[in-house]
């Protein structure tokens, strides 16, 4: 084959000339050579536009070479050699598809020299993150030992270790209708009607298959889909469920995991670090009540969202909608917490509605509130609000080197680098006020006096094992039942925020702990009297065992 130097040069004239002598049979000795070259060329083009890696960077280098073409060939050695290892290089032109020697697809997976490193998110999937695929086994219809079916290959096959894997999406209606036409016979003694059996797996009792109300239950209180906009999308693929019927089927699945919620709700009751915090929230019949509630009652609804991180390590997420907030909603669960277990460690913001307890609790404060403040005067007052950034980043950047530490060699770490930079810090603040560099009632002086009012409690992470520098986690959980509320505006009944306080506390509580939030509802909506008797087989951690006995 080809060299780069031996690219065909010729001009379009003497190409042209070329078809001209062909066509009328006068080919002359010379022009074997050039049609021999110009033949093996287009076949080469062809092989490369086949390989799926191909780029347009990568025909140019074919063509044009690397670019650098002064000096000699030494100089570009040391080019090659230090090319990335990931990067594929352009085959020499004078080696062929056939002869290369590469491995893998069809003509080798050559030819392309593959750019820099990708950026993060912008790669493929890989098989191994689609768990809730099912998986097909497919059997080769040949043999270890049968001879290779390349008939100029003279070889046998020889079994891999390794699967070839092949994923398929398919879509569907989010709810499907099976429509089952059953035969009827009637007795002509008794006038009885007999249908034809239905097939194993459909109930004759029910119409709805568990599967139609999990999925129901999970695009509305999971996805944040209001019932309308489910309404009207089943009725544009053919299988119509109204809204009412919509809010039934999430009650049956709400009905059946409720042995469960209450079991973790008890659970959670006993662990170690709780993160609590409120978001609004509007519930109809509430807003009925309060135009003949008295002016000094309260009035307001509140959506609050605690998350629990028990004594060996598993999160749960509990949302709670009504009149209480965050500090009395973790009162009510902390009733049952065993005494023996001594105080845990509560986790919000410094807000009042936060603090309201009974129950003794070691009180932290979230770090991330207190950086928020000097981020919104951040423009007004540039240097003194990078002096506290810079400090807490510093922080952060320590807390991210013990994530494989126990919950004290976490705390000796903060105390022998963050303790330094936080003391220096809180002198700083108050050498500002001492030197009267700031106006206590500007925003850059509130933003000090929140750090000094609240710097114990900001600074739990240097005194407390295991305590955590924010509240970023509830934080995070709420977020999902922003969606929610963004998409479905309301609550009508307090009924109807208690369903979906409990469907929405199973489900983050199933996603936090890596779990298959489908699988999960399904276990417990098919075995729904297996999982009242024993909820504790049924949490969100320890599922797939209980569902595979039942099944």
Request: charged share 30%; net charge positive.
């Amino acid at each position: 084959m080809l060299n780069h130097e031996e690219i065909p040069t010729t001009d379009t004239a003497q190409i042209e000339r070329l078809i001209e002598r062909l066509k009328e049979g006068k080919l002359q000795k010379q022009d074997a050579q050039l049609i021999e070259t110009l033949l093996h060329f287009v076949l080469k083009i062809t092989s490369l536009l086949k390989r799926k890696q191909t780029t347009i960077k990568g025909l140019k280098q074919f063509f044009f070479g690397s670019g650098k073409r002064s000096g000699s060939e030494n100089k570009s050695a040391p080019e090659t050699q230090s090319q990335p290892h990931n990067q594929t290089q352009i085959p020499p032109m004078n080696s062929s598809p056939e002869t290369d020697g590469s491995s893998g697809s069809e003509g080798g997976e050559v030819c392309v020299a593959k750019s820099e490193s990708k950026r993060p998110g912008h790669g493929r999937i890989p098989a191994a993150d689609y768990t809730g695929a099912t998986i097909v086994r497919l059997d080769h219809h040949l043999e270890p030992g049968d001879p290779c079916p390349d008939l100029d290959c003279r070889g046998r096959l020889h079994s891999l270790s390794e699967p070839n894997i092949k994923l398929y999406l398919t879509g569907r209606p989010c709810v499907s209708a099976t429509k089952y036409e059953r035969s009827m016979l009637r007795c002509g003694g008794c006038n009885q009607r007999i249908s034809a059996a239905l097939p194993v797996g459909v109930a004759e009792d029910r119409k709805f298959d568990p599967t139609a109300d999990v999925t129901i239950a999970l695009l509305k209180y999971g996805a944040g889909m209001p019932f309308y906009r489910q309404a009207r999308l089943q009725e544009a693929c053919g299988v119509p469920l109204p809204e009412s019927v919509q809010f039934e089927r999430c009650e049956e699945v709400a009905k059946a995991a409720l042995g469960v919620y209450r079991y973790l709700r008890k659970l959670a009751a006993d662990g170690k670090l709780f993160q609590i915090d409120d978001t609004g929230v509007k519930i109809l019949s509430c807003l009925e009540e309060n135009r003949n509630r008295k002016e000094s009652e309260r009035q307001g609804t509140h959506t609050s969202g605690i998350v629990v991180r028990d004594q060996k390590g598993r999160r749960i997420a509990l949302y709670q909608s009504g009149r209480k907030h965050a500090g009395e909603n973790l009162d009510d669960l902390l009733k049952t917490r065993n005494p023996a277990l001594g105080a845990p460690m509560k986790m919000s913001d410094a807000a009042a509605v936060n603090g309201k307890k009974k129950t003794p609790t070691v009180d932290l404060n979230c770090l991330a509130h207190g950086r928020g403040k000097f981020k919104e005067i951040e423009e007004n007052f540039p240097l003194e609000c990078l002096r506290v950034l810079d400090a807490i980043r510093k922080v952060y950047e320590n807390d991210a080197r013990t994530a494989e530490m126990s919950d004290q060699e976490r705390l000796e770490y903060h105390q022998a680098k963050s303790g330094p930079v936080m003391g220096d810090l809180r002198d700083w603040i108050e050498k500002q006020f001492e030197e009267k560099k700031v106006e206590p009632n500007s925003g850059l002086g509130k933003a000090y006096q929140y750090l000094r009012n609240h710097w114990p409690k900001l600074t739990g992470f240097l005194s407390v094992p295991g305590a955590p520098l924010d509240n970023n986690e509830v934080e995070r959980a709420l977020k999902r039942f922003v969606l929610f509320r963004k998409n479905s505006l309301f609550y009508k009944t307090g009924h109807g925020a208690e369903i979906g306080s409990i469907l929405m506390s199973l489900i983050e509580s199933c996603r936090l702990n890596k779990g298959n939030v489908f699988e999960y509802l399904l276990a417990l909506t098919r075995d729904e009297a297996e999982a009242r008797r024993n909820p504790e087989r049924y949490l969100p951690w320890n599922y797939e065992g209980a569902a595979a006995r039942a099944a």
